[in-house]
């Protein structure tokens, strides 16, 4: 059958057919797969081994990294049920609805990987940055972000009733379904504004820290990172093509580009552990990336994971506040006075560390 099938078919249609992007997948999501537990592990390692150990935000990580294996390996997967191939090469209708199965399987992953590590990155602003303004914000921000996902989960699950429609490849199974184009198209817009904001938001803070510009530079780089989720989802959304009917070889590009959005994500929210890292197993590699620093930034004390933003409330009183240290040998006393106006704020590897300048007056 499948060699009548082929002699009726021009030299070209048969060499059109034989095209696949299978590799392409396979390669691509292995990689990313590779990237995101490389980050995962790193962040785990040095949070448990170094700092005050796991946080609701790693947690929230974790959830992301298992959704997004789920994404990445169904999306290996699709490929023997014709995903990477024209559409025209899965004669059979078995095959057509595993594959419908699979993609609702993808969508549901994408939507929980991606909501749970944005979620995750607003918990670590609550964790390290004080400022009742900034920390307002980002409630608001944590409480649409939550609604967000869970509107889009529901969407999602109930694009067509009965539910099983939505992986019907006969077209005899009898319902509604909602046209999904728009609600793509709508909610793209919504999630690029939150994920700017998300991102965006803890730039102009770090800004305003004293320190060494190439420091400052440097952390505001790191923040900024982030902004690479939203490029990665404009450029997932330009590849979004509800119109054409060859859906198994169309909807690659949009399905690599989701995979490599929520791995960049996890990646990303790992990045400030890498350095800490460094310092810990490799101080000569911390001193030649520049990455070292005058202080005692090793310090478990001085890092992401401690009480950072507790010891910056201490320090943040509104007054000024004196306290007494022992006497100096050849004085009788030493009044040392701190100022709230010479407070100081420091990230340290993904962490704030607050020091306050003091002024000490010497009584003979």
Same mark, same amino acid.
């Given at each position: 059958?499948?060699?009548?099938?082929?002699?009726?078919?021009?030299?070209?249609?048969?060499?059109?057919?034989?095209?696949?992007?299978?590799?392409?997948?396979?390669?691509?999501?292995?990689?990313?797969?590779?990237?995101?537990?490389?980050?995962?592990?790193?962040?785990?390692?040095?949070?448990?081994?170094? &700092?005050?150990?796991?946080?609701?935000d790693d947690l929230l990580c974790v959830t992301s990294w298992i959704f997004t294996f789920?994404?990445?390996?169904?999306?290996?997967?699709?490929?023997?049920?014709?995903?990477?191939?024209?559409?025209?090469?899965?004669?059979?209708?078995?095959?057509?609805?595993?594959?419908?199965?699979?993609?609702?399987?993808?969508?549901?992953?994408?939507? &929980?990987?991606?909501?749970?590590?944005?979620?995750?990155?607003?918990?670590?602003?609550?964790?390290?940055?004080?400022?009742?303004?900034?920390?307002?914000?980002?409630?608001?921000?944590l409480a649409i972000l939550v609604a967000e996902t869970i509107e889009e989960v529901l969407v999602v699950i109930f694009q067509c009733w009965p539910v099983h429609k939505a992986w019907d490849a006969t077209g005899l199974v009898e319902g509604k379904c909602v046209d999904m184009t728009l609600f793509y198209y709508a909610n793209f817009g919504i999630k690029l504004a939150t994920d700017v904001a998300l991102f965006a938001m803890p730039i102009p803070k770090v800004m305003r820290l004293k320190m060494a510009v190439g420091k400052r530079v440097g952390l505001v780089m790191m923040f900024s990172l982030g902004l690479l989720v939203c490029v990665t989802s404009i450029i997932r959304v330009t590849y979004f093509n509800p119109f054409s009917e060859d859906h198994t070889w169309v909807l690659v590009d949009a399905m690599n580009w989701s995979c490599v959005e929520v791995a960049v994500a996890i990646f990303i929210a790992c990045i400030p552990s890498f350095k800490t890292f460094i310092s810990y197993r490799s101080p000569t590699l911390q001193r030649l990336l520049g990455l070292a620093n005058g202080d005692d930034s090793a310090s478990p004390s001085n890092m992401y994971g401690t009480s950072t933003r507790q010891t910056y409330d201490k320090f943040s009183t509104g007054g000024r506040s004196s306290f007494k240290l022992k006497p100096v040998t050849g004085h009788s006393r030493a009044d040392v006075e701190a100022s709230h106006n010479g407070s100081q704020e420091r990230i340290i590897h993904a962490g704030i560390q607050v020091t306050t300048d003091v002024s000490v007056k010497e009584t003979f």
């Open positions: 059958m499948a060699e009548v099938w082929e002699r009726s078919l021009s030299p070209e249609r048969i060499a059109y057919l034989a095209q696949s992007r299978i590799p392409e997948i396979i390669v691509c999501n292995t990689a990313l797969l590779v990237i995101a537990t490389a980050g995962l592990l790193v962040r785990l390692f040095v949070r448990i081994r170094y &700092l005050t150990g796991i946080n609701l789920v994404l990445c390996v169904t999306c290996m997967m699709m490929t023997k049920y014709g995903f990477g191939k024209h559409i025209g090469t899965v004669q059979n209708f078995g095959d057509r609805a595993m594959f419908l199965k699979l993609d609702f399987v993808t969508m549901l992953s994408y939507v &929980l990987a991606l909501g749970a590590i944005k979620i995750s990155f607003c918990l670590l602003y609550l964790h390290i940055f004080p400022g009742k303004k900034f920390r307002m914000a980002c409630w608001w921000l």
